[in-house]
């Protein structure tokens, strides 16, 4: 018998601890963002004008699936519109229930959210890697409740493929990526001694939950001395409006022993840093930067370097180098990877139907003449950046 349980206060979710983290440990795609402990630091800093709704699903009784969830108002051209969302505001590069059979998880949810208090115009499901981890079951659990939804493409984000040797990947790849490598590794080299610390603590299980605020704050240091201390998009590790949000989940995250946390320097001197998660041997690359004042020789180029060499050697699987800035990563990444986004519009919702048949048109219009309107349906609350449109 299957039942599920909707959770709708933040504490709750400690009720679940122990199933959250065994369904999280052999989800696919079960990055630290699906964590109860992330979801609890970003409610805490993200909860207003959103209300929880976390869906736990059970099978005789044992929890086999988890659907974060989350309701809140956007806007369109045509009103204020409500939709069930993931509470994740787009931080990584794609997400989805905690479970090993996410089809199944999501089949139940639909229809306990079909069957219930109908508070919501669209459920609009974001950063799906269809193609991926998700393999498909977002699609087939759609159709096997007999829900019909509109499919768009969201983002494309950029992955290096860690399950090979370091010279296997860059014997791969381009010659100049080889070459502006080396000769980042020389002329640094030709400055003073270069030191990568890693720092990966393995969590409060292990009794390796130190923070190291002396290494982060090294981090914020680099931060304010590069480009992001002068940075205005609000999404720096620096910046005022996100800033204790990063430490509270810096600290979260190593609690868990979900933190990776990359420093180099050069004489001694802290010159670069990297910040990011890791679960399950998949990194979310999240932040990084250079100072500039000790040396403008490619120590951007040599982290990277260096952080991919070392991820090799420990077994990872998985960089997400994430979205947005192509030319940077370029010589790096392995392969491209879509994510989409999924729309059910409710039948008895007017708003949703109006948005139904308007994104049907644009659809029309762009596959016919290669453009569409691409202001219908706009999210801007708590975005790192500017939400994208339908």
């Not at 180099?264 to 802290?270: E, K, M, R, Y």
């Amino acid at each position: 018998m299957t039942d599920v349980i909707e959770l709708n206060e933040i504490e709750a979710l400690n009720d679940f601890q122990s199933d959250w983290a065994r369904l999280l440990s052999v989800t696919p795609g079960g990055t630290f963002f699906r964590s109860r402990e992330w979801l609890q630091v970003y409610w805490k800093h993200f909860e207003a004008d959103q209300k929880l709704r976390v869906l736990i699903v059970r099978e005789n009784g044992e929890v086999t699936g988890i659907l974060p969830l989350c309701w809140k108002k956007i806007k369109s051209k045509f009103g204020s519109c409500r939709i069930l969302t993931f509470p994740f505001d787009d931080w990584g590069s794609f997400y989805g229930p905690v479970s090993p059979d996410q089809e199944s998880t999501l089949r139940a949810a639909f229809q306990y959210l079909l069957n219930s208090r109908r508070d919501w115009d669209l459920i609009d499901l974001r950063c799906i890697e269809t193609d991926g981890f998700d393999g498909g079951a977002t699609e087939r659990a759609f159709q096997a409740e007999n829900m019909e939804f509109e499919k768009f493409l969201w983002e494309q984000a950029m992955y290096v493929d860690l399950s090979q040797s370091w010279e296997e990947y860059l014997k791969a790849r381009p010659r100049k990526a080889r070459q502006t490598y080396t000769r980042a590794e020389r002329n640094l080299q030709a400055q003073g001694e270069i030191e990568h610390l890693r720092y990966r603590p393995r969590g409060e299980a292990f009794g390796e939950s130190d923070p190291r605020w002396d290494l982060y704050q090294m981090c914020e240091q680099i931060a304010e001395k590069s480009w992001q201390g002068s940075s205005t998009t609000g999404n720096t590790i620096t910046h005022d409006k996100v800033c204790q949000f990063f430490r509270d989940t810096y600290e979260s995250a190593v609690r868990a022993g979900a933190f990776d946390l990359n420093l180099i320097f050069l004489s001694g001197q802290p010159a670069a840093f990297s910040y990011n998660y890791i679960q399950n041997g998949l990194i979310n690359g999240l932040r990084m930067g250079y100072d500039p004042e000790v040396s403008d020789q490619g120590l951007g180029r040599l982290l990277i370097g260096r952080i991919l060499h070392d991820s090799m050697d420990r077994g990872d699987l998985l960089l997400d180098v994430g979205t947005g800035a192509v030319d940077a990563k370029k010589y790096w990444y392995t392969s491209v990877e879509n994510s989409y986004r999924y729309v059910y519009y409710s039948p008895v919702s007017a708003i949703a139907n109006v948005l139904r048949l308007s994104h049907q048109v644009a659809s029309w219009f762009r596959d016919r003449f290669g453009s569409s309107d691409t202001g219908l349906l706009q999210d801007t609350r708590g975005q790192k950046e500017p939400a994208k449109q339908s």
